[in-house]
Protein backbone atom coordinates (compact mmCIF):
# COMPACT_ATOMS: atom_id res chain seq x y z
CA UNK A 1 0.00 0.00 0.00
CA UNK A 2 1.67 3.29 -1.21
CA UNK A 3 1.45 5.86 1.84
CA UNK A 4 1.67 9.61 -0.06
CA UNK A 5 3.26 11.25 3.07
CA UNK A 6 5.74 8.54 3.15
CA UNK A 7 7.29 9.57 -0.27
CA UNK A 8 10.31 11.94 -0.92
CA UNK A 9 9.19 14.82 -3.11
CA UNK A 10 10.38 15.34 -6.54
CA UNK A 11 9.18 12.14 -8.06
CA UNK A 12 6.00 12.57 -9.39
CA UNK A 13 5.76 15.13 -12.07
CA UNK A 14 2.49 15.04 -12.86
CA UNK A 15 0.56 18.60 -12.86
CA UNK A 16 -1.83 18.72 -9.47
CA UNK A 17 0.09 16.44 -8.42
CA UNK A 18 0.25 18.08 -4.72
CA UNK A 19 -1.48 14.69 -2.99
CA UNK A 20 1.73 12.15 -4.58
CA UNK A 21 4.64 15.62 -3.12
CA UNK A 22 3.92 16.63 -0.02
CA UNK A 23 6.73 17.90 1.38
CA UNK A 24 8.97 15.38 3.53
CA UNK A 25 8.56 16.04 7.39
CA UNK A 26 12.32 17.02 8.63
CA UNK A 27 14.29 15.69 11.59
CA UNK A 28 17.13 17.46 10.84
CA UNK A 29 18.62 18.77 13.88
CA UNK A 30 22.53 18.38 13.69
CA UNK A 31 22.98 21.64 12.49
CA UNK A 32 19.98 23.40 14.06
CA UNK A 33 19.96 22.05 17.48
CA UNK A 34 21.23 24.75 20.38
CA UNK A 35 21.22 23.40 23.59
CA UNK A 36 23.08 21.86 26.05
CA UNK A 37 24.47 18.55 25.28
CA UNK A 38 23.38 18.51 21.75
CA UNK A 39 26.23 18.65 19.41
CA UNK A 40 25.58 22.05 18.07
CA UNK A 41 25.07 23.31 21.19
CA UNK A 42 28.37 22.18 22.21
CA UNK A 43 30.13 23.52 19.12
CA UNK A 44 28.66 26.89 19.64
CA UNK A 45 29.85 27.11 23.59
CA UNK A 46 33.12 27.46 22.23
CA UNK A 47 32.56 30.97 21.12
CA UNK A 48 32.02 33.92 22.50
CA UNK A 49 28.08 35.68 21.84
CA UNK A 50 26.86 39.03 21.98
CA UNK A 51 22.98 38.93 23.32
CA UNK A 52 22.49 42.48 24.60
CA UNK A 53 22.66 45.81 23.67
CA UNK A 54 25.45 47.14 27.11
CA UNK A 55 22.87 50.40 27.09
CA UNK A 56 19.78 48.04 28.15
CA UNK A 57 20.93 47.04 31.18
CA UNK A 58 20.65 49.45 33.32
CA UNK A 59 20.32 49.20 37.26
CA UNK A 60 18.13 46.03 37.28
CA UNK A 61 18.74 42.45 36.19
CA UNK A 62 17.29 41.73 32.72
CA UNK A 63 16.29 37.59 31.76
CA UNK A 64 18.20 36.37 29.03
CA UNK A 65 17.83 33.23 27.11
CA UNK A 66 20.63 32.23 25.29
CA UNK A 67 21.83 28.71 23.29
CA UNK A 68 18.14 27.57 25.13
CA UNK A 69 19.03 28.39 28.84
CA UNK A 70 17.26 30.79 31.06
CA UNK A 71 19.95 33.34 32.73
CA UNK A 72 19.74 36.58 34.52
CA UNK A 73 22.49 39.31 33.11
CA UNK A 74 23.41 42.40 35.47
CA UNK A 75 25.89 45.02 36.74
CA UNK A 76 26.41 45.01 40.20
CA UNK A 77 26.69 48.59 42.28
CA UNK A 78 30.89 47.94 41.69
CA UNK A 79 30.11 47.99 37.75
CA UNK A 80 31.03 44.39 37.65
CA UNK A 81 28.77 42.23 35.17
CA UNK A 82 26.90 38.74 36.05
CA UNK A 83 25.51 36.45 33.67
CA UNK A 84 24.07 33.60 36.05
CA UNK A 85 21.98 30.46 35.55
CA UNK A 86 18.36 32.27 36.01
CA UNK A 87 17.09 30.23 38.75
CA UNK A 88 18.79 30.49 42.13
CA UNK A 89 20.09 27.19 43.27
CA UNK A 90 18.69 27.29 46.35
CA UNK A 91 14.89 26.89 45.63
CA UNK A 92 14.81 27.99 42.16
CA UNK A 93 14.09 31.66 42.42
CA UNK A 94 14.36 33.75 39.79
CA UNK A 95 16.80 35.99 39.99
CA UNK A 96 15.70 38.39 37.59
CA UNK A 97 14.08 39.74 41.27
CA UNK A 98 17.29 39.57 42.67
CA UNK A 99 18.51 42.83 44.71
CA UNK A 100 21.73 43.83 43.00
CA UNK A 101 24.11 44.67 45.82
CA UNK A 102 27.58 46.13 45.92
CA UNK A 103 29.00 43.04 45.03
CA UNK A 104 27.15 40.38 43.02
CA UNK A 105 23.70 39.90 43.66
CA UNK A 106 21.07 38.87 46.01
CA UNK A 107 18.53 36.26 45.85
CA UNK A 108 15.23 37.83 46.86
CA UNK A 109 13.89 34.89 48.73
CA UNK A 110 15.92 33.87 51.48
CA UNK A 111 19.00 36.58 50.74
CA UNK A 112 21.34 34.05 49.17
CA UNK A 113 24.30 36.44 47.80
CA UNK A 114 26.43 35.60 44.65
CA UNK A 115 28.99 36.69 43.23
CA UNK A 116 29.50 38.29 39.30
CA UNK A 117 31.39 34.43 38.98
CA UNK A 118 28.46 32.31 40.59
CA UNK A 119 30.26 31.76 44.11
CA UNK A 120 28.24 31.98 46.91
CA UNK A 121 29.13 35.25 49.25
CA UNK A 122 26.43 34.29 51.57
CA UNK A 123 23.83 32.54 52.85
CA UNK A 124 22.47 34.50 55.86
CA UNK A 125 19.55 31.83 57.48
CA UNK A 126 21.97 28.86 57.55
CA UNK A 127 24.49 27.98 60.59
CA UNK A 128 27.60 29.56 60.73
CA UNK A 129 28.93 25.99 60.55
CA UNK A 130 27.32 25.89 56.95
CA UNK A 131 29.51 24.36 54.19
CA UNK A 132 27.35 25.58 51.40
CA UNK A 133 29.19 28.47 50.14
CA UNK A 134 32.48 26.29 50.04
CA UNK A 135 30.51 23.33 48.05
CA UNK A 136 28.37 24.85 45.27
CA UNK A 137 28.12 27.85 43.24
CA UNK A 138 25.58 29.35 41.25
CA UNK A 139 26.40 28.93 37.67
CA UNK A 140 27.73 31.45 36.27
CA UNK A 141 29.30 32.77 32.67
CA UNK A 142 32.09 35.40 31.06
CA UNK A 143 30.95 38.01 29.92
CA UNK A 144 32.72 40.79 28.48
CA UNK A 145 31.87 44.40 26.40
CA UNK A 146 32.65 45.53 23.38
CA UNK A 147 31.53 48.45 20.75
CA UNK A 148 28.46 48.48 22.78
CA UNK A 149 27.29 45.18 22.67
CA UNK A 150 28.09 42.39 25.99
CA UNK A 151 29.19 39.34 24.58
CA UNK A 152 28.76 35.75 27.13
CA UNK A 153 31.05 32.54 26.73
CA UNK A 154 28.82 29.96 27.96
CA UNK A 155 31.45 26.81 27.13
CA UNK A 156 34.34 24.69 28.87
CA UNK A 157 35.91 27.07 31.72
CA UNK A 158 39.33 25.80 30.81
CA UNK A 159 39.02 26.56 26.79
CA UNK A 160 37.86 30.50 27.44
CA UNK A 161 38.71 31.71 23.37
CA UNK A 162 39.80 35.15 23.01
CA UNK A 163 37.03 37.66 22.80
CA UNK A 164 37.66 38.83 18.78
CA UNK A 165 38.21 42.13 18.49
CA UNK A 166 37.63 42.80 14.43
CA UNK A 167 39.70 45.33 12.08
CA UNK A 168 36.28 46.71 10.53
CA UNK A 169 35.74 49.06 13.44
CA UNK A 170 38.67 51.15 11.87
CA UNK A 171 38.25 51.84 8.34
CA UNK A 172 37.71 54.71 7.22
CA UNK A 173 38.99 57.00 10.07
CA UNK A 174 35.50 58.42 10.96
CA UNK A 175 33.60 55.19 11.47
CA UNK A 176 30.97 55.64 13.75
CA UNK A 177 29.81 51.67 15.23
CA UNK A 178 26.16 52.06 16.59
CA UNK A 179 24.46 48.85 18.07
CA UNK A 180 21.63 47.35 17.04
CA UNK A 181 19.35 44.30 18.12
CA UNK A 182 16.73 42.41 16.34
CA UNK A 183 14.47 39.53 17.20
CA UNK A 184 13.96 36.88 14.31
CA UNK A 185 11.58 33.73 15.72
CA UNK A 186 13.41 31.23 13.67
CA UNK A 187 16.71 29.01 14.52
CA UNK A 188 19.64 31.20 14.05
CA UNK A 189 21.11 29.08 11.13
CA UNK A 190 18.60 30.38 8.28
CA UNK A 191 19.76 33.70 9.14
CA UNK A 192 23.33 32.56 8.20
CA UNK A 193 21.94 31.14 5.46
CA UNK A 194 20.29 34.34 4.47
CA UNK A 195 23.73 35.88 4.42
CA UNK A 196 25.51 32.87 2.70
CA UNK A 197 22.54 33.28 -0.57
CA UNK A 198 23.37 36.56 -2.56
CA UNK A 199 21.12 36.02 -5.45
CA UNK A 200 18.55 36.87 -3.00
CA UNK A 201 19.53 40.12 -3.30
CA UNK A 202 18.61 40.03 -6.75
CA UNK A 203 15.19 38.81 -6.55
CA UNK A 204 13.93 39.72 -3.20
CA UNK A 205 15.42 43.20 -2.49
CA UNK A 206 15.31 44.19 -6.32
CA UNK A 207 13.30 41.91 -9.17
CA UNK A 208 10.51 40.50 -7.67
CA UNK A 209 9.38 41.93 -3.56
CA UNK A 210 10.58 45.96 -4.77
CA UNK A 211 13.10 48.06 -5.19
CA UNK A 212 14.64 47.49 -1.59
CA UNK A 213 17.99 47.92 -2.91
CA UNK A 214 19.34 50.28 -5.74
CA UNK A 215 18.59 49.51 -9.36
CA UNK A 216 22.04 47.80 -9.91
CA UNK A 217 20.53 44.78 -8.07
CA UNK A 218 18.40 44.21 -10.91
CA UNK A 219 21.44 42.75 -12.89
CA UNK A 220 21.67 38.81 -12.17
CA UNK A 221 25.52 38.36 -10.89
CA UNK A 222 27.74 35.54 -11.45
CA UNK A 223 28.05 33.78 -7.67
CA UNK A 224 31.30 32.82 -6.12
CA UNK A 225 32.01 31.78 -2.74
CA UNK A 226 35.93 31.45 -2.32
CA UNK A 227 37.14 30.39 1.17
CA UNK A 228 39.09 33.00 3.34
CA UNK A 229 40.79 31.69 6.68
CA UNK A 230 38.11 31.17 8.36
CA UNK A 231 35.01 31.13 6.44
CA UNK A 232 33.91 32.05 2.93
CA UNK A 233 33.07 35.30 1.11
CA UNK A 234 29.73 35.09 -0.07
CA UNK A 235 30.07 37.21 -3.18
CA UNK A 236 28.17 38.74 -6.42
CA UNK A 237 30.02 39.83 -9.52
CA UNK A 238 27.79 42.39 -11.92
CA UNK A 239 28.54 44.41 -15.15
CA UNK A 240 26.26 47.33 -14.48
CA UNK A 241 26.22 49.63 -17.14
CA UNK A 242 29.88 50.63 -17.89
CA UNK A 243 31.00 49.18 -14.46
CA UNK A 244 32.09 45.53 -12.93
CA UNK A 245 30.23 45.72 -9.62
CA UNK A 246 31.70 43.04 -6.75
CA UNK A 247 29.74 43.17 -3.63
CA UNK A 248 31.18 40.49 -1.35
CA UNK A 249 29.91 39.72 2.30
CA UNK A 250 31.90 37.65 5.00
CA UNK A 251 30.69 34.67 6.47
CA UNK A 252 32.97 33.59 9.26
CA UNK A 253 31.95 30.36 11.06
CA UNK A 254 29.85 29.79 13.42
CA UNK A 255 27.67 32.70 13.25
CA UNK A 256 29.55 36.28 12.62
CA UNK A 257 28.72 38.16 8.84
CA UNK A 258 29.57 41.41 7.41
CA UNK A 259 27.54 42.91 4.55
CA UNK A 260 28.28 45.93 2.35
CA UNK A 261 25.39 48.36 2.15
CA UNK A 262 22.59 47.83 -0.69
CA UNK A 263 22.42 51.26 -2.11
CA UNK A 264 25.52 51.46 -4.22
CA UNK A 265 24.23 52.59 -7.07
CA UNK A 266 27.50 51.87 -9.40
CA UNK A 267 27.99 55.63 -10.44
CA UNK A 268 31.70 55.80 -10.03
CA UNK A 269 34.60 53.58 -9.11
CA UNK A 270 35.18 52.70 -5.76
CA UNK A 271 36.89 50.36 -3.55
CA UNK A 272 35.82 49.93 -0.17
CA UNK A 273 37.04 47.18 2.58
CA UNK A 274 34.10 48.66 4.47
CA UNK A 275 30.89 46.94 5.57
CA UNK A 276 27.63 48.50 6.33
CA UNK A 277 26.50 45.64 9.06
CA UNK A 278 28.56 43.77 11.31
CA UNK A 279 26.85 41.18 12.70
CA UNK A 280 26.31 37.92 14.85
CA UNK A 281 23.10 35.61 14.53
CA UNK A 282 22.74 34.58 18.34
CA UNK A 283 20.31 31.70 19.26
CA UNK A 284 17.99 32.68 21.52
CA UNK A 285 16.60 28.74 21.60
CA UNK A 286 16.03 25.99 18.63
CA UNK A 287 13.37 28.03 17.25
CA UNK A 288 14.19 32.02 18.05
CA UNK A 289 17.00 34.01 17.34
CA UNK A 290 18.46 37.63 16.99
CA UNK A 291 20.93 39.09 14.93
CA UNK A 292 22.62 41.59 16.23
CA UNK A 293 25.54 43.82 16.25
CA UNK A 294 26.53 47.31 14.76
CA UNK A 295 26.06 49.30 11.86
CA UNK A 296 28.85 51.53 10.61
CA UNK A 297 28.20 55.20 10.30
CA UNK A 298 31.01 56.88 8.02
CA UNK A 299 30.85 58.98 4.96
CA UNK A 300 31.60 56.03 2.71
CA UNK A 301 28.44 54.38 3.96
CA UNK A 302 26.63 57.77 4.26
CA UNK A 303 27.13 58.71 0.78
CA UNK A 304 24.59 56.53 -0.49
CA UNK A 305 22.45 56.33 1.98
CA UNK A 306 21.70 58.65 4.74
CA UNK A 307 21.46 57.50 8.35
CA UNK A 308 21.69 58.30 12.28
CA UNK A 309 22.77 56.08 14.85
CA UNK A 310 18.51 56.68 15.94
CA UNK A 311 18.28 54.42 13.18
CA UNK A 312 19.54 51.21 14.86
CA UNK A 313 18.45 50.43 18.47
CA UNK A 314 16.49 46.93 19.54
CA UNK A 315 14.20 46.15 16.95
CA UNK A 316 15.40 49.14 14.53
CA UNK A 317 17.33 49.17 11.94
CA UNK A 318 16.74 51.45 8.66
CA UNK A 319 15.90 48.66 6.11
CA UNK A 320 12.44 47.57 4.98
CA UNK A 321 11.11 44.09 6.05
CA UNK A 322 13.65 43.27 8.83
CA UNK A 323 10.41 43.21 11.78
CA UNK A 324 7.42 41.71 11.56
CA UNK A 325 5.96 44.89 13.24
CA UNK A 326 4.64 45.94 9.62
CA UNK A 327 1.41 45.65 8.43
CA UNK A 328 0.23 42.55 6.81
CA UNK A 329 -0.94 43.37 4.10
CA UNK A 330 2.13 45.15 3.65
CA UNK A 331 4.05 42.50 3.97
CA UNK A 332 2.44 40.70 1.54
CA UNK A 333 2.74 43.00 -1.40
CA UNK A 334 6.33 44.25 0.14
CA UNK A 335 8.01 41.10 2.06
CA UNK A 336 11.50 41.44 3.41
CA UNK A 337 14.14 39.59 4.54
CA UNK A 338 12.20 38.31 8.37
CA UNK A 339 9.13 37.70 6.12
CA UNK A 340 11.35 35.20 3.55
CA UNK A 341 13.46 33.38 6.73
CA UNK A 342 10.92 33.28 8.97
CA UNK A 343 8.29 31.76 6.87
CA UNK A 344 10.90 29.04 6.30
CA UNK A 345 9.43 27.71 9.68
CA UNK A 346 11.04 27.77 13.21
CA UNK A 347 13.28 25.56 12.17
CA UNK A 348 13.90 25.14 8.37
CA UNK A 349 12.48 22.04 6.67
CA UNK A 350 15.39 20.95 4.91
CA UNK A 351 14.67 17.61 3.65
CA UNK A 352 12.03 19.17 1.53
CA UNK A 353 14.11 21.67 -0.28
CA UNK A 354 15.09 21.26 -3.94
CA UNK A 355 18.62 23.25 -3.76
CA UNK A 356 19.43 24.70 -6.75
CA UNK A 357 23.09 25.83 -8.18
CA UNK A 358 22.26 29.37 -6.74
CA UNK A 359 22.79 27.66 -3.34
CA UNK A 360 26.31 26.96 -3.30
CA UNK A 361 26.85 29.02 -0.85
CA UNK A 362 24.43 27.56 1.45
CA UNK A 363 25.37 24.23 1.17
CA UNK A 364 29.03 25.41 1.68
CA UNK A 365 28.18 27.09 4.63
CA UNK A 366 26.06 23.95 6.08
CA UNK A 367 28.93 21.62 5.22
CA UNK A 368 31.57 23.92 7.02
CA UNK A 369 29.01 24.00 10.17
CA UNK A 370 28.70 20.03 9.78
CA UNK A 371 32.23 19.26 10.28
CA UNK A 372 33.01 21.92 12.49
CA UNK A 373 31.03 20.58 14.53
CA UNK A 374 31.78 17.09 14.44
CA UNK A 375 35.46 18.31 14.87
CA UNK A 376 34.08 19.17 18.83
CA UNK A 377 32.33 15.90 19.16
CA UNK A 378 35.89 14.45 18.16
CA UNK A 379 37.55 16.90 20.93
CA UNK A 380 39.27 18.96 18.00
CA UNK A 381 39.00 22.33 18.67
CA UNK A 382 37.23 24.64 16.18
CA UNK A 383 38.75 27.39 14.28
CA UNK A 384 38.63 30.77 16.14
CA UNK A 385 38.65 33.99 15.18
CA UNK A 386 42.60 34.91 16.96
CA UNK A 387 44.10 38.06 17.56
CA UNK A 388 47.59 37.80 16.22
CA UNK A 389 50.84 40.39 17.98
CA UNK A 390 47.60 42.28 19.37
CA UNK A 391 46.77 43.22 15.88
CA UNK A 392 43.12 42.84 14.91
CA UNK A 393 41.02 39.75 13.18
CA UNK A 394 40.78 40.19 9.78
CA UNK A 395 37.78 40.56 7.76
CA UNK A 396 37.47 40.65 4.11
CA UNK A 397 33.62 41.95 3.14
CA UNK A 398 34.19 44.48 0.27
CA UNK A 399 32.81 46.15 -2.59
CA UNK A 400 34.48 47.27 -5.82
CA UNK A 401 33.28 49.14 -8.60
CA UNK A 402 35.80 49.37 -11.70
CA UNK A 403 35.07 50.83 -15.00
CA UNK A 404 35.13 47.50 -17.15
CA UNK A 405 37.45 48.24 -20.26
CA UNK A 406 35.63 49.43 -23.50
CA UNK A 407 35.36 46.98 -26.69
CA UNK A 408 35.54 43.54 -24.25
CA UNK A 409 32.47 41.33 -24.41
CA UNK A 410 31.20 40.51 -21.32
CA UNK A 411 28.99 37.98 -22.59
CA UNK A 412 32.12 35.61 -21.24
CA UNK A 413 30.20 34.86 -17.92
CA UNK A 414 32.80 32.76 -16.78
CA UNK A 415 35.44 35.36 -17.36
CA UNK A 416 33.17 38.19 -15.28
CA UNK A 417 33.24 35.47 -12.24
CA UNK A 418 36.86 34.70 -12.22
CA UNK A 419 37.49 38.44 -12.52
CA UNK A 420 35.54 38.97 -9.28
CA UNK A 421 37.22 35.94 -7.67
CA UNK A 422 40.71 37.53 -8.13
CA UNK A 423 39.67 40.56 -7.16
CA UNK A 424 38.06 39.47 -4.02
CA UNK A 425 41.11 37.32 -2.77
CA UNK A 426 43.18 39.72 -3.16
CA UNK A 427 42.29 40.94 -0.17
CA UNK A 428 42.81 38.01 1.42
CA UNK A 429 46.48 38.31 0.08
CA UNK A 430 47.59 41.60 1.56
CA UNK A 431 45.42 40.89 4.88
CA UNK A 432 49.19 41.36 6.18
CA UNK A 433 48.78 45.18 5.44
CA UNK A 434 46.23 47.69 7.45
CA UNK A 435 42.99 47.84 6.28
CA UNK A 436 43.36 51.28 4.51
CA UNK A 437 46.66 49.76 2.97
CA UNK A 438 45.17 47.13 1.70
CA UNK A 439 42.51 48.88 -0.06
CA UNK A 440 44.91 50.84 -1.78
CA UNK A 441 46.80 47.64 -2.55
CA UNK A 442 43.41 45.97 -3.88
CA UNK A 443 42.93 48.91 -5.98
CA UNK A 444 46.02 48.96 -7.92
CA UNK A 445 45.57 45.08 -8.43
CA UNK A 446 42.23 46.06 -9.73
CA UNK A 447 43.11 48.10 -12.07
CA UNK A 448 46.49 45.82 -13.38
CA UNK A 449 43.28 43.20 -14.18
CA UNK A 450 41.80 45.91 -15.81
CA UNK A 451 44.68 46.91 -17.66
CA UNK A 452 45.34 43.07 -18.62
CA UNK A 453 42.19 42.68 -19.91
CA UNK A 454 40.83 40.35 -22.44
CA UNK A 455 43.89 38.56 -20.90
CA UNK A 456 42.37 38.05 -17.55
CA UNK A 457 43.18 37.55 -14.45
CA UNK A 458 45.94 35.09 -13.65
CA UNK B 1 -16.22 59.14 15.62
CA UNK B 2 -14.17 56.54 18.12
CA UNK B 3 -15.43 53.95 19.43
CA UNK B 4 -13.64 52.25 22.52
CA UNK B 5 -14.26 48.78 24.05
CA UNK B 6 -12.72 47.51 26.68
CA UNK B 7 -11.65 43.86 27.25
CA UNK B 8 -10.36 44.19 30.35
CA UNK B 9 -8.45 46.53 32.77
CA UNK B 10 -5.45 46.79 30.37
CA UNK B 11 -6.72 46.22 26.85
CA UNK B 12 -8.74 48.46 25.30
CA UNK B 13 -9.66 47.67 21.05
CA UNK B 14 -10.23 51.18 19.04
CA UNK B 15 -12.34 51.25 16.20
CA UNK B 16 -12.46 54.06 14.35
CA UNK B 17 -15.56 54.42 12.73
CA UNK B 18 -15.42 57.78 10.77
CA UNK B 19 -13.37 58.05 8.10
CA UNK B 20 -9.80 56.15 8.18
CA UNK B 21 -7.70 59.34 6.92
CA UNK B 22 -9.13 62.07 8.76
CA UNK B 23 -8.04 65.45 7.82
CA UNK B 24 -9.61 68.16 10.07
CA UNK B 25 -9.44 69.31 13.00
CA UNK B 26 -12.79 69.58 14.15
CA UNK B 27 -13.73 72.62 17.05
CA UNK B 28 -16.58 72.50 19.27
CA UNK B 29 -16.05 75.98 20.75
CA UNK B 30 -12.87 77.05 21.52
CA UNK B 31 -12.07 73.61 21.95
CA UNK B 32 -10.77 71.65 18.85
CA UNK B 33 -10.32 67.93 18.41
CA UNK B 34 -8.05 65.70 15.96
CA UNK B 35 -8.30 62.02 16.90
CA UNK B 36 -7.24 58.91 15.29
CA UNK B 37 -4.31 60.17 13.63
CA UNK B 38 -2.22 57.62 11.90
CA UNK B 39 1.35 57.16 10.52
CA UNK B 40 0.34 57.08 7.09
CA UNK B 41 1.53 59.49 4.32
CA UNK B 42 -1.56 62.15 4.09
CA UNK B 43 -1.04 62.45 0.38
CA UNK B 44 -1.07 58.94 -0.80
CA UNK B 45 -2.22 56.86 2.39
CA UNK B 46 -1.31 53.64 0.07
CA UNK B 47 2.14 54.47 0.94
CA UNK B 48 3.36 51.72 3.35
CA UNK B 49 3.45 52.36 6.96
CA UNK B 50 7.28 53.21 8.39
CA UNK B 51 8.01 49.64 10.06
CA UNK B 52 9.69 51.43 13.55
CA UNK B 53 7.35 52.49 16.61
CA UNK B 54 10.14 55.75 16.46
CA UNK B 55 9.25 56.26 12.82
CA UNK B 56 5.46 56.41 13.09
CA UNK B 57 5.47 58.40 15.70
CA UNK B 58 7.46 61.07 14.24
CA UNK B 59 5.51 60.25 10.77
CA UNK B 60 1.87 61.26 12.62
CA UNK B 61 3.72 64.29 14.22
CA UNK B 62 4.76 65.45 10.70
CA UNK B 63 0.83 64.30 9.64
CA UNK B 64 -0.29 66.76 12.94
CA UNK B 65 1.60 69.82 11.47
CA UNK B 66 0.25 69.61 8.51
CA UNK B 67 -3.18 69.48 9.67
CA UNK B 68 -2.46 72.17 11.80
CA UNK B 69 -0.82 74.37 9.23
CA UNK B 70 -4.04 73.99 6.89
CA UNK B 71 -5.87 75.75 9.78
CA UNK B 72 -3.34 78.36 10.64
CA UNK B 73 -2.63 76.58 14.21
CA UNK B 74 0.11 75.77 15.99
CA UNK B 75 2.56 72.97 18.01
CA UNK B 76 2.03 75.29 20.80
CA UNK B 77 -1.77 75.41 21.09
CA UNK B 78 -1.68 71.18 21.58
CA UNK B 79 -3.58 70.82 25.01
CA UNK B 80 -3.85 67.10 25.26
CA UNK B 81 -2.26 64.04 23.36
CA UNK B 82 -3.50 60.51 24.08
CA UNK B 83 -1.23 57.75 22.74
CA UNK B 84 -2.44 54.58 21.40
CA UNK B 85 -0.22 51.46 21.35
CA UNK B 86 -0.10 48.46 19.96
CA UNK B 87 2.14 45.71 21.97
CA UNK B 88 1.91 48.20 24.66
CA UNK B 89 5.11 46.14 26.96
CA UNK B 90 7.55 46.26 23.60
CA UNK B 91 6.71 49.88 22.38
CA UNK B 92 6.18 52.05 25.68
CA UNK B 93 9.82 52.40 26.79
CA UNK B 94 10.86 53.20 23.12
CA UNK B 95 8.10 55.96 22.44
CA UNK B 96 8.54 57.66 26.00
CA UNK B 97 12.45 57.35 24.86
CA UNK B 98 11.66 59.79 22.13
CA UNK B 99 8.35 61.51 23.39
CA UNK B 100 10.74 65.13 24.11
CA UNK B 101 11.51 65.02 20.75
CA UNK B 102 7.88 64.70 19.61
CA UNK B 103 6.26 67.15 21.96
CA UNK B 104 9.37 69.23 23.48
CA UNK B 105 10.10 69.27 26.76
CA UNK B 106 9.18 73.06 27.35
CA UNK B 107 5.78 72.92 26.24
CA UNK B 108 3.63 71.30 29.11
CA UNK B 109 1.03 68.91 27.07
CA UNK B 110 -1.64 66.68 29.59
CA UNK B 111 -0.50 62.76 27.73
CA UNK B 112 -1.48 59.70 28.80
CA UNK B 113 -0.38 56.00 26.80
CA UNK B 114 -2.66 53.64 26.25
CA UNK B 115 -2.19 50.05 25.32
CA UNK B 116 -4.55 48.51 22.65
CA UNK B 117 -5.12 44.96 20.81
CA UNK B 118 -4.77 46.64 17.03
CA UNK B 119 -5.15 49.68 15.44
CA UNK B 120 -6.17 50.63 11.45
CA UNK B 121 -3.95 49.73 8.94
CA UNK B 122 -1.91 47.47 11.61
CA UNK B 123 -0.29 50.43 12.63
CA UNK B 124 1.64 50.56 15.73
CA UNK B 125 0.38 53.62 17.39
CA UNK B 126 -1.93 56.23 17.10
CA UNK B 127 -2.94 59.37 18.44
CA UNK B 128 -6.10 61.81 19.11
CA UNK B 129 -5.23 65.48 19.68
CA UNK B 130 -6.76 68.19 21.63
CA UNK B 131 -5.88 71.47 20.74
CA UNK B 132 -7.10 75.33 21.86
CA UNK B 133 -8.25 77.89 19.16
CA UNK B 134 -6.05 80.70 20.50
CA UNK B 135 -2.70 80.36 22.47
Known sequence: ?????????????????????????????????????????????????????????????????????????????????????????????????GIVANKGIRCCYHGWHFDVDGRVIDTPAEPLSSKIKVNFVQGAYLIKEWMGLLFAYMGPVDKVPELPIYDCVDNPEDNQPVPFRMQVPCNWVQIVENGADPIH???????????????????????????????????????????????????????????????????????????????????????????????HLNSYNSSVRKMSKEDFGVDRIPFIGQTGDRPYFERQREPGDYDAVVTQGAVANRKSEHLGTTDRGVVLFRRMLAKAIRDTQEGIQPEKPMLYSNSKVKTYCHEIVVKAPAGVDFSDSQKLAEFGRSAALSFVEFDHLSPKEREESVTKRVQDMINAWPVGPK | MLGLLVLSNFLIVVFNMSNLFLEKIVFAGEVGFLNGLLPINL???????????????????????????????KREQIVAVQVFLKDFHRFYARFEAIASELFGSEISISKNVVGVVALPRDALISMNFVIRANL
Open chain 1, 201 to 295: NAYLHAIVAGQQFSEAFRVLPQLDFPETPLGFLSMATRKVGDYIFIRASDIILPNFGQFPNGANRVEKQSVGLRPFLTRWSVPVDDQNSFYMGFA
Open chain 2, 43 to 73: SDPKVFLPESVEEQSRQIMRNLDELMIRQSL
Open chain 1, 1 to 97: MSDSSQKSSTKDTRPYSGYHNRPVQSSEDFITQVGPGTPGGEYLRRYWHPFLIASELKELPIPVRLLGEDLVVFRDLSGGLGLLHRHCIHRGTSLEY
